[in-house]
């Protein structure tokens, strides 16, 4: 309210996975699906969920905490405090810290994606331990919501192609019976102007959403 009060425009906050899950649903693989999870690589880990044709934001707007699911009880701190998020596990600084444990040095992401794509075990490995781990995770969502699409996007798109096999491997091996071979299974290529279509898709949400797909804490009071 007093960022709307000093631009004297209606303004509204949202979690930025969720816009990216909104561009998914109104110009993406989610159009005309009604209920699909995003699941998002970079950083950090994030979900997007639409239930029944809307977001779902949780009771405090906090739903889709998915790199929070814990992984391994006493494993490596997470950035929120607690041990063995997915996040800490499989999120790039996750991977970056392994690579430097393993090669003595300091890497970039991009130097670290590189090393393996030309063909270094080492490096090759990491990514795809980081790719079975995150299978593991995501199978307890599709067991969990049994989604028609799942969508993987993110920064971190860019270095699906070293995570992907062992990723797509771990979540058949560990769907609950038929829930992978129903589920459409989508790798968005990244681009940064994919927030700014998130935000769009955000506004349109907002304006031209009938009420009856609104959650009421969520609802903006838009004048136009």
């Known amino acids: 309210h007093a960022l709307e009060q000093r631009l004297n425009l209606p303004v509204v906050i949202e979690n930025d996975v969720n816009t990216l899950t909104m561009a998914e649903q109104w110009f993406g693989a989610g159009v005309g699906v009604s209920d699909f999870l995003v699941v998002t690589l970079g950083r950090g880990i994030g979900m997007g969920m639409v239930l029944n044709g809307h977001l779902y934001r949780g009771g405090c707007g906090g739903g889709g905490e998915f790199g929070h699911l814990t992984m391994v009880p006493d494993g490596p701190r997470c950035d929120c405090g607690k041990r063995g998020c997915l996040e800490a596990l499989v999120a790039e600084p996750a991977i970056?810290?392994?690579?430097?444990?393993?090669?003595?040095?300091?890497?970039?992401?991009?130097?670290?994606?590189?090393?393996?794509?030309?063909?270094?075990?080492?490096?090759?490995?990491?990514?795809?331990?980081?790719?079975?781990?995150?299978?593991m995770a995501i199978a307890d969502l599709v067991n969990i919501f049994n989604p028609p699409l799942l969508v993987i996007s993110g920064e971190g798109a860019r270095m699906l192609d070293l995570l992907q096999e062992p990723l797509q491997e771990t979540l058949q091996a560990h769907c609950f019976n038929g829930f992978f071979d129903d589920m459409r299974l989508v790798v968005e290529p990244w681009g940064?102007?994919?927030?700014?279509?998130?935000?769009?898709?955000?506004?349109?949400?907002?304006?031209?959403r009938p009420d009856l797909y609104r959650d009421e804490k969520t609802r903006a009071s838009l004048i136009l």
Request: glycine residues 8%; charged residues 25%; negative net charge.
């Open 96 to 135: 970056l810290r392994r690579m430097q444990n393993a090669f003595e040095r300091e890497f970039t992401m991009d130097e670290a994606v590189a090393l393996a794509r030309h063909g270094d075990t080492t490096a090759q490995g990491i990514f795809a331990a980081a790719g079975r781990t995150l299978g």
């Open 192 to 208: 940064d102007d994919a927030w700014a279509r998130g935000a769009a898709s955000l506004m349109l949400d907002e304006l031209f």
